[in-house]
């Protein structure tokens, strides 16, 4: 028997072989982009601080799934030509080799994707770190915290605990107060810098921690860290030098040139 099928097979079958041809590899193309979404997916949520999916088991999920897929477009894509046996003999030995010649390339097509799909996977396991160590590189190291006493006074909770001095060590710890003295909210610079030595260090102000933001590390410049806020009623701020056991104390209502709203509240 010919291994062709004959002329009225091939009129039959050959836009339907050409439907399934667009299905199949449409289907194919789709079988080969989902895994890598989801992997692309699972590596952003992980560099990102999210729980992620564990080392590449979407993959492996979506592989497991992947011959019953397989399976349903082959049936798409030789189903219709297994119809040709009902048209004679002939029809039916030459279209049953079409179908093993199909399936002999799908086999290979979903080897090649396999293996193509491990090498994806491979790749994106060297870029996405060990579950659990991206929170740790991406978690902020906690602040360094100087060595503080007990919170003395309950409403002004700076007080007494920075050792009392505005000055020690070579820094000094000064407030410079712009605005008028009858003002109800005013304009509080706060600078450290060295008496007898230049500031190379960062500087850590505590406010009241009635304010936003009762933290705050300077950078020094020209020798100077300075902070501007706005403040209204009297309150001690804190100063630490970070990296040293330098802490500095003020209580701006004590503070020379403090207006009436500051030294008075």
Do not use: C
């Amino acid at each position: 028997m010919s291994r062709q099928p004959g002329a009225q097979g091939r009129q039959q079958t050959g836009p339907v072989e050409a439907g399934m041809e667009t299905i199949w590899r449409r289907g194919m193309v789709a079988l080969a982009l989902i895994p890598i979404l989801l992997l692309a997916l699972d590596v952003g949520s992980r560099l990102l601080g999210g729980e992620g999916s564990g080392d590449g088991k979407l993959v492996d999920v979506y592989l497991k799934y992947l011959g019953a897929a397989f399976v349903a477009l082959l049936l798409a894509r030789v189903g219709p030509l297994l119809k040709g046996k009902f048209y004679g003999v002939e029809v039916e030995f030459g279209e049953t080799k079409l179908v093993a010649d199909a399936t002999m390339k799908a086999t290979a097509d979903v080897a090649a994707l396999r293996e193509e799909l491990e090498r994806v996977k491979d790749t994106l396991s060297r870029i996405a770190p060990p579950e659990g160590s991206t929170k740790k590189s991406l978690r902020a190291a906690p602040l360094p915290t100087p060595e503080l006493g007990p919170v003395k006074v309950w409403d002004d909770p700076n007080k007494g605990r920075f050792g009392g001095l505005a000055e020690k060590d070579g820094f000094r710890l000064a407030a410079e107060f712009i605005g008028a003295e009858e003002a109800r909210l005013v304009n509080v610079k706060l600078t450290v810098q060295g008496t007898d030595k230049l500031l190379t260090q960062k500087v850590r102000f505590f406010l009241h921690p009635t304010f936003p933001s009762p933290e705050l590390t300077v950078n020094p410049m020209d020798g100077t860290a300075s902070l501007d806020t706005l403040a209204y009623g009297g309150f001690t701020v804190g100063a630490w030098i970070e990296g040293t056991k330098t802490l500095l104390e003020l209580d701006l209502s004590r503070a020379d040139g403090a207006p009436r709203i500051i030294r008075d509240l």
